[in-house]
């Protein structure tokens, strides 16, 4: 009886590696399809020529290259993140694709195990999403399409600006404006999908913080809020030709405080 009982669960076991197996390639090709996309060249258009002087003396201080020889910056990173307030740190390996010329991005995410996670949050084609996989095959959580998401990922693209310089003076979506010297803000997006963040400039001109004013967050059972959302950037470097921060975190504010859910490092940076 016994080994009977044991093939049964050997049989079991092996369809279930290769359901999981199945599904996490089918999600992988779903997101290689949307990085394929961001990865696409367009028509250089050359530098713009209407930026404020204090935002092309920020492109010059950071490195921005007008040249059109490149259309997109990848990095790689490496962090922790919390899914909710006094939660546990989950530790995840990351490879971004940000366009220069138009707002699309795809960040792919993947947790250590035992839960093995695998995350997207993109904005491609004007189309914002985020889609959590538990091994890649299962879904946890999935808001993609609408105002909303549209919104949401086109601010992560004007305050990740920092990672992606060249796209100061090649994205004609980004409007700004400039504040003082130390504060200027940038928006891009019509109607409900439309976003703003201001960035924070130090007394080197480099920016060490953003905030926007909303931000739609998604609590427990599926129900989404909107609070304030901010971040700051640190250790910059040289890297990949460019003058940019390695480290960074964000964060939401909350009624009960700061709820800090990214923290971040670039391993490796190039277009």
């Known amino acids: 009886m016994i080994a009977p009982v044991i093939g049964i669960v050997l049989l079991i076991a092996g369809l279930a590696v290769v359901v999981v197996f199945v599904l996490r390639r089918r999600f992988a090709a779903h997101l290689d399809a949307l990085e394929s996309q961001t990865r696409r060249s367009d028509t250089a258009t050359g530098p713009r020529a209407d930026l404020p002087p204090e935002v092309a003396a920020l492109a010059a201080r950071m490195g921005a290259r007008s040249d059109g020889g490149a259309h997109f910056?990848?990095?790689?990173?490496?962090?922790?993140?919390?899914?909710?307030?006094?939660?546990?740190?989950?530790?995840?390996?990351?490879?971004?694709?940000?366009?220069?010329?138009?707002?699309?991005?795809?960040?792919?995410?993947?947790?250590?195990?035992?839960?093995?996670?695998m995350i997207a949050d993109y904005l491609v084609g004007g189309t914002g999403g985020l889609e959590v996989k538990l091994l890649g095959a299962f879904p946890i959580a999935r808001m993609v399409g609408g105002a909303d998401a549209a919104q949401g990922e086109a601010l992560r693209y004007l305050a990740e600006l920092p990672l992606n310089p060249d796209a100061i003076l090649a994205n004609r979506a980004l409007e700004w404006t400039v504040v003082d010297p130390k504060t200027i803000r940038v928006a891009t997006g019509v109607g409900a999908a439309r976003g703003e963040v201001t960035l924070d400039l130090d007394e080197r001109g480099l920016v060490v913080g953003m905030n926007a004013s909303s931000r739609i967050y998604a609590e427990k059972k599926g129900v989404t809020t909107r609070h304030p959302w901010r971040g700051r950037f640190w250790d910059y470097q040289s890297i990949g030709g460019r003058f940019i921060p390695l480290q960074g975190e964000v964060a939401w504010v909350l009624e009960t405080g700061d709820f800090i859910y990214w923290r971040g490092r670039i391993l490796s940076w190039k277009t």
């Open 73 to 117: 910056a990848v990095f790689e990173q490496t962090g922790q993140m919390w899914a909710a307030p006094g939660g546990k740190p989950m530790n995840f390996k990351a490879r971004q694709t940000v366009h220069i010329s138009t707002t699309e991005f795809i960040w792919r995410a993947t947790m250590a195990l035992p839960s093995g996670m």
